[in-house]
Structures are given as C-alpha cells and as structure tokens.
C-alpha cells in the first residue's frame, strides 16, 4: 500500500530521535573527519564533550558531504517502505554543494519521485521546515500545498549568529566576503547573517555580547511588525546554555505572549562556528501554519 510523502533530510538539521520516529523523518549521517578519521555527531555524548576534545585535538576537524552511496540507500529504503514521493531538504547550498548533490542523485533515481528543497539555513531553524512539512504531509496535504507553506515559513525566517571567534569560518570557508573582511572582525564580537543566497555574511560588529544582544533585540524589533503569524523565537549555543538561557529569561520578561526555545549548534556546525557561538533567530510559528485550514 502506498503511503504518503516522505521527508528526508541531512543530520546537519539536528532532528531529535523522538521526532525523527514521531514524524518517521529520514536522515541522512553528515560525517565530521577528525584526526584523520570520519566521525559523526553521535559519537559524542553532548557538545561539551566534543568542544574539549575539539580544543585538544592536534588538528582542527572538519566536516565532508554525506556520501553519494548514504544518500542512495536511504532513497532506496524510502522506495522500500512504501513511499512514492518524498521531499528532500538540504541544508543551505550557500555553505556546502550537498544540495547540488542531492538535486543530481534525485534526478537519476528510478522508482521514487524525490523534490529537492534548499533550506537556506542549517541546525533547527532548518530542522523546523522539515517538522512542519512532515506534519502536513500526515494531515494529508499535497506535496504542492506543503511546499507553498515551508517557503513562507522559510522567508520569514531571520538568522543572526554571534561567534566568539570567527577563525573557524575563516578555516572552513563557510563565511562569505574574503579575507579582508575577517581580518576586520578579529578581537571582536561579529554579527552574522544569512544572506539570500543562503552564505553567511557579517552584518554589523560590536565589542561586547551585551551589545551584540541589545542590537539583534533592536532588529527584532523593527522587524516584528512584518509579521502576520504568530513570531516565534529560537536561542540557539554551541555550549554556552548558560548564555542562552538568560538571554531567554530577558526575552520572555519582555516578551511574556511571544514562545522561545532554546536550541543547540551541535559537531557539525560547531566545527564551523566553534565554541560559545550563539544565534537568535525569529519566523512565524511552524505550528500556527501547519494547522492553518
């Protein structure tokens, strides 16, 4: 019997095991190498274990596409258990070719119709697309109807990262602008953004976070009459929950109606925004829309 529509993503969207089963999510493992060997997120018990060994590691690590033969196996166990079509969301073709990948593996894939959909972010503010296209396609929704809803959720999404050092982005490559730009922002606190194209750029600089903070509170501001849903807010840490966790408390004694969570930048994008980096994010309400008639 045929089912629904599937949704595939990568593990950079950091879907928890209890949604990937309540939703019946499938994901994709992105490797890490680390000292000279593919590691994946799992390996490590919590950010702050792979923090400390990040930080002793004789060479800084580094993160690879998922392999050409993952990505088959999954589409091919997608075909297996039923599906006939599947929506499969990458993380932003502006900080790695994944999705320039994904589109040519669809392509030539018999047997299942696969849409490839560039999330234009990474972490959970792209994991939320995925939850909210996996809710509609179980209420029943087109895959046309669910794509329509997961762009508007997508261009309402606003992303600032704050990092403690931006050496990281500068080793990877994932930050957009040359290397006059990073040398720009070294020895102080760069607000990052991402771009249309899905790159990430710097957007403004302070010396301090308590600044960085009162300037993404002040855009959130300005932007907050643009919205026609419900806003909600994500706090995202690379171990630094402690710093998250009071910017929320701060959010929310201003903002009492408006929901925030608190979400984490695990191995994967930690290897690129190195420890303590912080993001706040806002978009409409991915709940609000799925229940929309």
Request: zero cysteines; a negative charge; charged letters at 25%.
């Amino acid at each position: 019997m045929a089912k629904n529509i599937a949704i595939i993503v990568d593990s950079t969207f950091y879907i928890s095991k209890e949604d990937e089963k309540k939703y019946s999510i499938y994901v994709i493992p992105t490797p890490i190498l680390f000292n000279g060997k593919v590691r994946y997120d799992s390996d490590w018990s919590s950010p702050a274990k792979f923090f400390k060994d990040m930080n002793a590691a004789k060479e800084m690590p580094s993160t690879s596409m998922a392999s050409p033969a993952d990505v088959l196996k999954t589409f091919d166990q997608v075909k297996a258990d039923g599906y006939q079509q599947a929506i499969f969301m990458t993380m932003s073709s502006g900080i790695s070719g994944f999705y320039n990948l994904a589109v040519n593996l669809a392509a030539d894939y018999e047997g299942l119709d696969i849409l490839v959909w560039d999330s234009r972010f990474t972490i959970m503010v792209s994991g939320v697309q995925a939850l909210m296209a996996a809710d509609l396609a179980a209420q029943g929704e087109t895959r046309d109807e669910i794509m329509e809803k997961v762009a508007r959720l997508r261009n309402s999404t606003h992303v600032f990262i704050i990092v403690d050092d931006i050496s990281h982005l500068k080793r990877t490559g994932r930050l957009a602008g040359g290397v006059a730009l990073v040398a720009g922002l070294l020895n102080i606190k760069p607000i990052l953004t991402f771009n249309d194209e899905g790159k990430i750029v710097a957007i403004a600089k302070e010396r301090h976070l308590k600044r960085a903070w009162d300037w993404v509170l002040k855009r959130f501001e300005l932007d907050r009459p643009s919205f026609d849903e419900p806003v909600r807010v994500l706090l995202a840490d690379a171990n630094n929950r402690e710093l998250t966790t009071k910017w929320q408390a701060a959010f929310k004694e201003a903002y009492p109606d408006l929901r925030s969570d608190l979400i984490t930048i695990g191995p994967l994008i930690g290897v690129h925004t190195g420890e303590k980096a912080v993001g706040f994010v806002y978009m409409d309400d991915w709940q609000t829309i799925a229940r929309e008639a």
